[in-house]
T-cell receptor, first 113, second 116 residues
Framework: AQSVTQLDSQVPVFEEAPVELRCNYS??????LFWYVQYPNQGLQLLLK??????LVKSINGFEAEFNKSQTSFHLRKPSVHISDTAEYFC???????????FGAGTRLFVKA | DGGITQSPKYLFRKEGQNVTLSCEQNLNHDAMYWYRQDPGQGLRLIYYSQIVNDFQKGDIAEGYSVSREKKESFPLTVTSAQKNPTAFYLC???????????????FGQGTRLTVV
């Protein structure tokens, strides 16, 4: 079975500072990895995903995540955050070809002016 | 526009009453899911359906029921047997065709259920 651990429940950061949201997963089989973002009282939106190939994946709004198989990690980074990045971020994993997606507990990112 | 519609956005229920949450999608996805979200606990899977007329229990199915009579619709009933139903409920769908094209779930905007 797969599991996901998000190492920080809350991350406060000043505007224009870099940020890293940490995610570790466990699985004995090949997996897909995802980061989703959720704004207050809304559903989740896909931010980026790793399926195969290049271990560094990027989103259109400046976030990136790197798949590290040896450390079973998929940390999310952004070199300079904006106030509008304030949201909850979920790391998720699913077995390749599987039907279920397992979500982490979420990390609340607070960007301060 | 294609997407998933959940209704209502807010729902109030008296203790002892059953209530049904609606989820409709026009993405032509085979698989649909219901999650419950509580603060600090992430998303927990209630039920999922891989195809019409078939569904499976997730991790926290007790006190809930579903049906999948149409591909587009996957309603969730919160029964009086659910002891702590106040939560944010999210419906999602995913395609099941080509593996590389159907990997992520698409979510509705959620229904916030409050028991009063």
């Amino acid at each position: 079975a797969q599991s996901v651990t998000q190492l920080d429940s809350q991350v406060p950061v000043f505007e224009e500072a870099p940020v890293e949201l940490r995610c570790n997963y466990s699985s004995s089989v090949s997996v897909y990895l995802f980061w989703y973002v959720q704004y207050p009282n809304q559903g989740l939106q896909l931010l980026l995903k790793y399926l195969s190939g290049s271990t560094l994946v990027k989103s259109i709004n400046g976030f990136e995540a790197e798949f590290n198989k040896s450390q079973t990690s998929f940390h999310l980074r952004k070199p300079s955050v904006h106030i509008s990045d304030t949201a909850e971020y979920f790391c998720a994993v699913s077995k390749t070809g599987g039907f279920k997606t397992i979500f982490g507990a979420g990390t609340r990112l607070f960007v301060k002016a | 526009d294609g997407g998933i519609t959940q209704s209502p956005k807010y729902l109030f229920r008296k203790e002892g009453q059953n209530v049904t949450l609606s989820c409709e999608q026009n993405l032509n996805h085979d698989a649909m899911y219901w999650y419950r979200q509580d603060p600090g606990q992430g998303l927990r899977l209630i039920y999922y359906s891989q195809i019409v007329n078939d569904f499976q229990k997730g991790d926290i199915a007790e006190g809930y029921s579903v049906s999948r009579e149409k591909k587009e619709s996957f309603p969730l009933t919160v029964t009086s047997a659910q002891k702590n139903p106040t939560a944010f409920y999210l419906c999602a769908s995913r395609g099941t065709g080509s593996v590389s094209m159907n990997t992520e779930a698409f979510f509705g905007q959620g229904t916030r259920l409050t028991v009063v």
